[in-house]
């Protein structure tokens, strides 16, 4: 069977979800509300099966992290430090008719004819007396106009004081046709006529792009709903001009209206917090899980009695009030995010302590942590264990992709980012031909701007004491000493001056803090690896998809849709089956070899229709092992086969024997 193109993939993938439970648009009765998504019972638990496993190797399995639990709603002056208030913004740009936005960095290039309209005249008119006689028709209007502006306005222009009128009056002279009022008589009417324009004239301007080939209609009919909308009702449009534009970016896509400039629009949703909505009780919605573990990083590590280097992970929601959620859950607006700060010494440290910092490749696993890594290490080692990570749930090296942020692309205070990609139906391709992926996680190695951020507007001690430092300080020779507290001084005097603080005092804070080297004093750095739950659920969803067409008999055909999840977190890891609903003895059994597993999985009990649509529905839902329980359980043909499943495999159909005695030991392995 043909590949299905990229989009149909998804549509089939979005419906299947709908159809068996996956995910659910939110409000969905109520139209749904855009950039919002609900787990329905298999997606609820196919989520909390990704968050474990995540908490587990994260935390459990490790010595050197913990977790945190931290409220979503925190102090303001959090988001100050952290930068979001000023800086986490997307630079938008809107339609002036539709007043929809557009990310400016995401506006597909368009090509065709652009006709501008630089302004428009109300047609609704007052009576004009011209003679003793009460003109009110529109096209006298429209002729006086042009007589009055040819005749009188060009030599009185200068008299125009409002800039705005006068760029429009000039404008409307170069473009006017031939007029047709008497030209005697009219200069009478001049003043009264002046006072209209300047109040008809509307000084927004609009230009549409509109397809080749299709005609200039289409931008009037635009232009106008534009100036009626602007409360120019039925407007006479002034000054058309046309031009051919190739692979613009200016243009909505919708309405083909000129964008506005682009302007930042902060991304934050924020709300108040008490009864009263003032600017004093705005408080956000974290738009991160990352920055309550620096907030609480002294708390954590006083109270966990962990040392540098160590970690803090915490899983939870996240909300952006993104300008263009798309690609179904991929960009929500409401999100969960598994993040982990593993705070590191600075390398100057490191050298302190072990003589040199040790080098890594920059691709492949480094191995076991070491006392000599610095950032680089660490970094390299976090990208590795996230890579396992995902492919010990089933995404394999091949659907993944790297991006390595370029030095333009880095934040001021990072050192290095690599974003982890999942080749998703709707990834783009490179030039080649190559899918390129789209981000499921960033590691980034963020120095120690976040913890000195905060320390910064708390007033409060960031830096960590290490005795360890301290011995291994006395022990340097001048040189060593001079050349590392000079690194670390120039380190602290760039962060504090690209943060504004004044010369003098960056210059006496950064000379404190590199003096703080020889008491054992330091600001620990930071490597993030940050990743989206819902992003990972999704590539799971795409990855696992698969549909075959099969033909019976009769020539009949059907899609069969099987979800080939790795049983770790497969939402359900085995339906129990008795063979037939109205055999009692098989009914009991089956329940047992139920209640038996359930403490340890979710287990999917299921006695309805024939045994082939029982294992077709598992095999939507993703269910990697079915177990039947027929007449050879019962021992009906003979004792050896007594107490056994049959246990059915769901990417190859395979069947086995196991006894149930056997089942948990031989299935817990498989699904943790
Ligand atoms: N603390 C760093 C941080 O938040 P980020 O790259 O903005 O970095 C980290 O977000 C991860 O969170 C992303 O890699 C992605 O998986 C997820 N994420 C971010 N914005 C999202 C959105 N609007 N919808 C779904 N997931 C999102």
Same mark, same amino acid.
Not at 278 to 293: M, V, W
């Given at each position: 069977?043909?590949?299905?193109?990229?989009?149909?993939? !998804?549509?089939?993938?979005?419906?299947?979800?709908?159809?068996?439970?996956?995910?659910?648009? +939110?409000? *969905?009765?109520?139209?749904?509300?855009?950039?919002?998504?609900?787990?329905?019972?298999?997606?609820?638990?196919?989520?909390?099966?990704?968050?474990?496993?995540?908490?587990?190797?994260?935390? %459990?399995?490790?010595?050197?992290?913990?977790?945190?639990?931290?409220?979503?709603?925190?102090?303001?002056?959090?988001?100050?430090?952290?930068?979001?208030?000023?800086?986490?913004?997307?630079?938008?740009?809107?339609?002036?008719?539709?007043?929809?936005?557009?990310?400016?960095?995401?506006?597909?290039?368009?090509?065709?004819?652009?006709?501008?309209?630089?302004? /428009?005249?109300?047609?609704?008119?007052?009576?004009?007396?011209?003679?003793?006689?009460?003109?009110? =028709?529109?096209?006298?209007?429209? @002729?006086?106009?042009?007589?009055?502006?040819?005749?009188?306005?060009?030599?009185?222009?200068?008299?125009?004081?409002?800039?705005?009128?006068?760029?429009?009056?000039?404008?409307?002279?170069?473009?006017?046709?031939?007029?047709?009022? +008497?030209?005697?008589?009219?200069?009478?009417?001049?003043?009264?006529?002046?006072?209209?324009? $300047?109040?008809?004239?509307?000084?927004?301007?609009?230009?549409?792009?509109?397809?080749?080939?299709?005609?200039?209609?289409?931008?009037?009919?635009?232009?106008?709903?534009?100036?009626?909308?602007?409360?120019?009702?039925?407007?006479?449009?002034?000054?058309?001009?046309?031009?051919?534009?190739?692979? +613009?970016?200016?243009?909505?896509?919708?309405?083909?209206?000129?964008?506005?400039? $682009?302007?930042?629009?902060?991304?934050?949703?924020?709300?108040?917090?008490?009864?009263?909505?003032?600017?004093?009780?705005?408080?956000?919605?974290?738009?991160?899980?990352?920055?309550?573990?620096?907030?609480?990083?002294?708390?954590?590590?006083?109270?966990?009695?962990?040392?540098?280097?160590?970690?803090?992970?915490?899983?939870?929601?996240?909300?952006?009030?993104?300008?263009?959620?798309?690609?179904?859950?991929?960009?929500?607006?409401?999100?969960?995010?598994?993040?982990?700060?593993?705070?590191?010494?600075?390398?100057?440290?490191?050298?302190?302590?072990?003589?040199?910092?040790?080098?890594?490749?920059?691709?492949?696993?480094?191995?076991?942590?070491?006392?000599?890594?610095?950032?680089?290490?660490?970094?390299?080692?976090?990208?590795?264990?996230?890579?396992?990570?995902? @492919?010990?749930?089933?995404?394999? %090296?091949?659907?993944?992709?790297?991006?390595?942020?370029?030095?333009?692309?880095? $934040?001021?205070?990072?050192?290095?980012?690599?974003?982890?990609?999942?080749?998703?139906?709707?990834?783009?391709?490179?030039?080649?031909?190559?899918?390129?992926?789209?981000?499921?996680?960033?590691?980034?190695?963020?120095?120690?701007?976040?913890?000195?951020?905060?320390?910064?507007?708390?007033?409060?001690? !960031?830096?960590?004491?290490?005795?360890?430092?301290?011995?291994?300080?006395?022990?340097?020779?001048?040189?060593?000493?001079?050349?590392?507290?000079?690194?670390?001084?120039?380190? %602290?005097?760039?962060?504090?001056?690209?943060?504004?603080?004044?010369?003098?005092?960056? *210059?006496?804070?950064?000379?404190?803090?590199? *003096?703080?080297?020889?008491?054992?004093?330091?600001?620990?750095?930071?490597?993030?690896?940050?990743?989206?739950?819902?992003?990972?659920?999704?590539?799971?969803?795409?990855?696992?998809? +698969?549909?075959?067409?099969?033909?019976?008999?009769?020539?009949?055909?059907?899609?069969?849709?099987?979800?080939?999840?790795?049983?770790?977190?497969?939402?359900?890891?085995?339906?129990?089956?008795?063979?037939?609903? =109205?055999?009692?003895?098989?009914? /009991?059994?089956?329940?047992?070899?139920?209640?038996?597993?359930?403490?340890?999985?979710?287990?999917?009990?299921? @006695?309805?229709?024939?045994?082939?649509?029982?294992?077709?529905?598992?095999?939507?839902?993703?269910?990697?092992?079915?177990?039947?329980?027929?007449?050879?359980?019962?021992?009906?043909?003979?004792? @050896?086969?007594?107490?056994?499943?049959?246990? %059915?495999?769901?990417?190859?159909?395979?069947?086995?024997?196991?006894?149930?005695?056997?089942?948990?030991?031989?299935?817990?392995?498989?699904?943790?």
């Amino acid at each position: 069977m043909a590949e299905p193109k990229e989009n149909v993939v !998804m549509e089939k993938i979005v419906s299947l979800c709908k159809r068996r439970g996956f995910i659910f648009q +939110s409000s *969905e009765i109520y139209g749904g509300i855009n950039g919002f998504w609900d787990y329905g019972p298999l997606g609820a638990e196919l989520k909390r099966n990704v968050k474990e496993l995540w908490w587990n190797s994260m935390m %459990r399995q490790r010595e050197d992290v913990v977790g945190l639990e931290a409220t979503i709603i925190m102090h303001p002056q959090i988001w100050k430090a952290s930068g979001h208030v000023d800086t986490f913004a997307d630079l938008m740009r809107e339609c002036p008719l539709t007043k929809k936005r557009v990310r400016a960095d995401q506006v597909e290039p368009q090509s065709g004819m652009v006709y501008s309209y630089p302004g /428009a005249l109300k047609s609704t008119i007052d009576p004009y007396v011209v003679g003793g006689e009460v003109l009110m =028709n529109y096209d006298f209007e429209k @002729e006086a106009l042009n007589l009055f502006l040819k005749e009188t306005l060009a030599g009185s222009l200068a008299e125009i004081k409002d800039e705005e009128i006068k760029k429009y009056a000039e404008m409307v002279l170069k473009n006017l046709g031939p007029d047709i009022v +008497s030209q005697t008589a009219f200069p009478k009417f001049v003043d009264q006529i002046v006072s209209r324009v $300047a109040a008809r004239l509307n000084p927004n301007k609009i230009s549409v792009l509109v397809p080749l080939g299709k005609p200039v209609e289409s931008a009037r009919k635009t232009a106008v709903q534009y100036f009626e909308k602007s409360d120019f009702p039925s407007p006479i449009l002034l000054g058309e001009s046309g031009v051919k534009v190739e692979n +613009s970016i200016d243009f909505h896509p919708e309405s083909g209206v000129m964008l506005s400039e $682009a302007r930042p629009f902060n991304l934050m949703l924020q709300t108040w917090v008490g009864p009263i909505q003032s600017d004093e009780n705005i408080a956000y919605l974290r738009p991160e899980t990352a920055q309550a573990i620096f907030a609480q990083f002294k708390n954590v590590m006083d109270t966990s009695r962990q040392k540098v280097p160590f970690g803090i992970g915490q899983v939870g929601k996240a909300f952006r009030n993104e300008v263009t959620p798309r690609n179904y859950t991929f960009r929500s607006r409401e999100f969960e995010q598994m993040e982990l700060e593993f705070f590191i010494k600075p390398d100057e440290v490191i050298e302190a302590i072990s003589g040199s910092v040790a080098t890594v490749p920059e691709t492949g696993h480094p191995g076991e942590p070491q006392a000599n890594w610095g950032w680089q290490a660490w970094h390299q080692y976090w990208v590795e264990e996230r890579v396992r990570f995902y @492919e010990g749930i089933g995404l394999d %090296r091949s659907t993944l992709g790297f991006h390595r942020q370029t030095p333009a692309e880095l $934040a001021h205070y990072a050192r290095a980012c690599v974003d982890i990609l999942f080749k998703f139906p709707f990834s783009k391709k490179d030039e080649q031909g190559n899918v390129v992926g789209d981000e499921l996680e960033g590691i980034a190695a963020r120095s120690d701007f976040d913890l000195s951020q905060h320390a910064r507007f708390s007033g409060k001690q !960031m830096g960590v004491f290490d005795d360890e430092l301290r011995v291994a300080w006395g022990k340097l020779d001048e040189a060593k000493k001079s050349a590392l507290s000079k690194r670390y001084y120039e380190a %602290r005097l760039k962060y504090l001056t690209k943060c504004g603080v004044a010369q003098e005092k960056a *210059e006496k804070d950064a000379k404190a803090d590199a *003096e703080g080297l020889a008491k054992g004093q330091y600001i620990p750095h930071v490597i993030e690896p940050s990743a989206g739950v819902d992003r990972l659920i999704l590539a799971l969803i795409a990855n696992a998809y +698969s549909e075959t067409v099969k033909t019976d008999d009769k020539g009949k055909s059907e899609i069969i849709y099987v979800m080939k999840f790795h049983p770790r977190v497969a939402p359900i890891k085995i339906g129990v089956m008795p063979l037939l609903k =109205n055999k009692p003895e098989l009914v /009991a059994k089956a329940i047992e070899v139920r209640d038996l597993l359930r403490p340890w999985m979710n287990v999917f009990y299921d @006695e309805t229709g024939s045994i082939g649509k029982r294992y077709a529905r598992q095999d939507e839902a993703g269910t990697p092992f079915c177990a039947t329980i027929d007449f050879d359980t019962l021992g009906e043909k003979g004792p @050896e086969l007594k107490d056994t499943v049959t246990i %059915r495999h769901r990417d190859d159909g395979r069947q086995e024997r196991i006894a149930i005695a056997d089942l948990l030991n031989w299935l817990v392995p498989k699904i943790r």
